[in-house]
């Protein structure tokens, strides 16, 4: 699996667009990139992911960068129940793997 | 509720007892998975079921037994627990070895003393 680098924290203002960026600088064809977060000690929820296109769902959007390099999560009105840590994985979508989480990026939103 | 069950939620051992972590899933799912985590870390993955009837080693296994009994349930068992296996456990599940979404469940809290 490709190995991402993350911030380890990040602060954004209550109402504002949380930018969370993630580098894979050696992501393979084949990997796609997850994202999930983690509140407190809670298990870890999954958010959104995508291989080449930019993808949105109800909770968040993932941009992808066109060499795959790169990739940011936006929280488009953060709000104080945002508060977590933020992983970002890139993966094989094959056979024999498992999700890898690294040390994520911490995000507190403030009032 | 539908989800990822893990008993007990806490438990303390001494260096040397044993004893197995359970994870039920009712949703069907095909894949299964054991992780832990340390304070202020990122989750370690121990093992692994990608379906019924096979197990694999992740990045941390050693120390540690799974068994998936059936396809709802996949048991996580420590034979002689030391202190360094002090951690937060969580299981999680997947529809399939590819599926994107991984469920988990809210953890087992395990302090080896």
């Known amino acids: 699996d490709a190995k991402t680098t993350q911030p380890p924290s990040m602060d954004c203002a209550e109402g504002r667009a949380a930018n969370l960026p993630c580098n894979h600088s050696?992501?393979?064809?084949?990997?796609?990139v997850y994202w999930y977060r983690q509140i407190h000690s809670q298990g870890p929820q999954y958010i959104i992911h995508g291989l080449k296109n930019n993808e949105t769902n109800e909770m968040a959007s993932l941009i992808i960068t066109e060499d795959r390099k790169s990739s940011t999560l936006i929280l488009p009105h953060a709000t104080l129940r945002d508060t977590a840590v933020y992983y970002c994985?890139?993966?094989?979508?094959?056979?024999?793997?498992?999700?890898?989480f690294g040390k994520g990026t911490t995000l507190s939103v403030s009032s | 509720n539908a989800g990822v069950t893990q008993t007990p939620k806490f438990q303390v051992l001494k260096t040397g007892q044993s004893m197995t972590l359970q994870c039920a899933q009712d949703?069907?799912?095909?894949?299964m998975y054991w992780y832990r985590q340390d304070p202020g870390m990122g989750l370690r993955l121990i093992y692994y079921s990608a379906s019924e009837g096979t197990t694999d080693k992740g990045e941390v296994p050693n120390g540690y037994n799974v068994s998936r009994l059936n396809k709802r349930e996949f048991s996580l068992r420590l034979e002689s627990a030391a202190p360094s296996q002090t951690s937060v456990y969580f299981c999680?599940?997947?529809?399939?070895?590819?599926?994107?979404?991984?469920?988990f469940g809210s953890g087992t809290r395990l302090t080896v003393v």
């Open positions: 050696t992501i393979s064809g084949n990997e796609y």
């Open positions: 999680a599940s997947s529809e399939r070895w590819d599926a994107y979404g991984y469920t």
């Open positions: 994985i890139a993966s094989p979508n094959q056979a024999g793997t498992a999700l890898i």
């Open positions: 949703m069907n799912h095909n894949s």
